[in-house]
């Protein structure tokens, strides 16, 4: 009983110290004093990936502007769910931000989504590795990064990283 007591008490620390908010993640880091810089990109951010999801956000207790933040946006869909992760790190009057969302697809192989990728735009590069488990696309300028993972006959992972340096 103490055991429960006491772990209920450290969850409610770790909620109150860093939050959980249906909101928007710009919101979330408006209300919690992250770098004003750093809060508008991750508006721009937000909008851009239209992240309508459960968000969570770490930051320092004590100078939130001062330091690097944590902004994760988890969204479940009808055949699959993502999950998007930012750190965002002020410098000044300037805020690097790295990127990565995952996306897994219950009902469409990796396959189709490369094909559909290299549809779409057929400049990017697309590198096979482990027997064809694994597929490395990325665009000639090398601005992200995506892997698609095979999880299944008809289920793929895709996770895309970024990092940009605003301003720089």
């Avoid at 909101?23 to 004093?33: F, K, N, Q, V, W």
């Avoid at 990109?41 to 004590?62: A, I, K, R, W």
């Avoid at 939130?64 to 410098?91: M, R, V």
Wanted: glycine residues 6%; contains cysteine; charged residues 15%.
């Amino acid at each position: 009983m103490k055991r429960s007591i006491l772990a209920i008490c450290i969850s409610l620390a770790a909620f109150l110290t860093n939050s959980s908010y249906a909101g928007s993640l710009a919101e979330e880091a408006t209300l919690r004093d992250v770098n004003p810089v750093c809060q508008s990109h991750l508006e721009q951010v937000e909008n851009s990936y239209n992240l309508n999801g459960l968000n969570l956000t770490f930051f320092h207790p004590d100078e939130p502007s001062a330091y690097p933040s944590f902004h994760t946006s988890t969204e479940k869909y009808e055949n699959g769910a993502s999950f998007f992760a930012t750190s965002l790190s002020p410098d000044g009057e300037q805020c690097y931000i790295s990127i990565i969302k995952t996306t897994v697809v219950n009902n469409q192989n990796c396959v189709a989504i490369l094909k559909a990728r290299l549809d779409n735009d057929p400049t990017l590069h697309a590198t096979s590795y482990g027997d064809g488990n694994y597929v490395h696309i990325y665009p000639e300028s090398g601005v992200y990064q995506m892997l698609l993972v095979d999880i299944g006959v008809n289920a793929c992972a895709i996770t895309e990283t970024r990092m940009m340096w605003p301003g720089k």
